[in-house]
């Protein structure tokens, strides 16, 4: 779970994507963004089929999701990360 704030200009929202324990191959997975009550390329900017590696011996990536300011007032909105396709 995260939380950005609009209204304060362009921005991102990181999220940190970890291990349990670092492992001797990369971790390879596909990232993708879903919209729930926030609009994708309206409020964020939408992420379809970003492949991540975490390297072996490493427990964490990011990815980072464009936060789109589109300076009309909005109650909290929502949109999820998905990982998909491990490898």
Do not use: H, R
């Amino acid at each position: 779970n995260g939380t950005v704030q609009e209204n304060v200009g362009s921005g991102s929202y990181t999220a940190t994507i970890n291990l349990s324990n670092a492992t001797i191959s990369p971790v390879t997975f596909t990232v993708n963004t879903t919209a729930g009550t926030a609009g994708s390329g309206v409020d964020f900017g939408a992420i379809t089929g970003q492949q991540i590696t975490i390297p072996a011996g490493q427990t964490s990536a990011t990815v980072s999701v464009t936060i789109v300011d589109d300076a009309i007032y909005d109650p909290n909105e929502t949109f999820s990360i998905g990982l998909s396709s491990l490898s």
